[in-house]
């Protein structure tokens, strides 16, 4: 939803809902299918509510979300998803990412072995 800010490094799992100007505070963890309601602070791990946003800082969102893209994209590729993730979640990793065992087992294949 609009104006949220979801902060760097922050983990959202399956079929998590973000509602508008709500803050996911950097390095949470938002377990699978919970929803954030309009307006929230979320942080931790798991993450949890901490307390509703006052009205002023749910206005400075509107400009601190723009600003947070602004340094993300100076930060662009220094560190992939999964780099800091502990072993328990290492399901959830980079869309296109193969595992090396999955890498040899093609190799084999097109070159005749199983």
Not at 49 to 58: F, P, Q
């Amino acid at each position: 939803h609009d104006h949220c800010l979801i902060g760097m490094g922050s983990l959202l799992q399956e079929g998590v809902v973000v509602k508008e100007e709500s803050f996911i505070a950097a390095g949470a963890n938002v377990p699978a299918n919970t929803v954030v309601e309009a307006g929230e602070l979320w942080v931790g791990n798991p993450a949890r509510k901490i307390r509703d946003l006052t009205a002023e800082e749910r206005q400075k969102l509107h400009y601190q979300a723009n600003e947070y893209v602004g340094v993300a994209g100076m930060h662009h590729g220094i560190m992939q998803l999964g780099g800091n993730l502990p072993e328990s979640l290492s399901q959830y990793t980079m869309l296109g990412h193969v595992e090396k065992d999955d890498e040899d087992d093609a190799h084999d294949t097109k070159n005749g072995s199983s």
